[in-house]
């Protein structure tokens, strides 16, 4: 699905057109605002953008849902790493230490 020539409308800016797209940004020049402004995709269209386009809603749910699923996984595995973290900490701190060789005497 091509985005670019699309309608979309902003919470502020009204109704724009997408002149650029990629997989990470997408660039919007508006009606009644001067200049492009530019986009992540897919968070804009969770946040400030829609579009009516029934077709072009699909791939963007798609998008998003797939961009919000990475981000948990993402989430998921810092905190396991912070817990594994904490965990070894708690695991050094109860570890019996070795007791200090003692130093030959020198004759």
Known sequence: ???????????????????????????????DVEGEKLFQYPEAFGKFLKTTHPKLKEVIKKDYDNAVDLQNLESEKMEQARLDAKEKVKEEAVK???????????K
């Open 1 to 31: 699905m091509k985005f670019v020539n699309k309608k979309v409308e902003h919470i502020k800016f009204g109704t724009g057109t997408i002149v650029e797209a990629d997989k990470k940004n997408i660039s919007v020049v508006f009606d």
């Open 96 to 106: 019996p230490k070795k007791p200090a060789k003692k130093a030959k005497k020198a």
